[in-house]
């Protein structure tokens, strides 16, 4: 055997549900509104998460540090 491999993204872990939970802190974070829905949070994903958090308030470098850091708490946290 030479390699085997894993869909690890929605079959051994759904980080979507983990993704969607950190963008809403975020959101929560700069007084915003999340997405309504996993279909408006997928559409979302198309876009670079510095230009999700800049529409969302994230003006200086030190307020996309900010988002960052509320991300990987919110992920970390859910990953264990």
Known sequence: MK??????????????????????AIADTFGRSAFISMADFQKAQKMSFRETFT??????????????Q??????SKNSK
């Open 3 to 24: 390699a085997i491999i894993f869909d690890y993204d929605g079959v051994l872990v759904n980080s979507r549900d983990v993704g969607m939970e950190a963008y809403k």
């Open 55 to 68: 529409q969302w308030g994230a003006s200086t470098e030190q307020r996309i540090k900010q988002a960052e």
């Open 70 to 75: 509320t991300y990987r708490e919110v992920t």
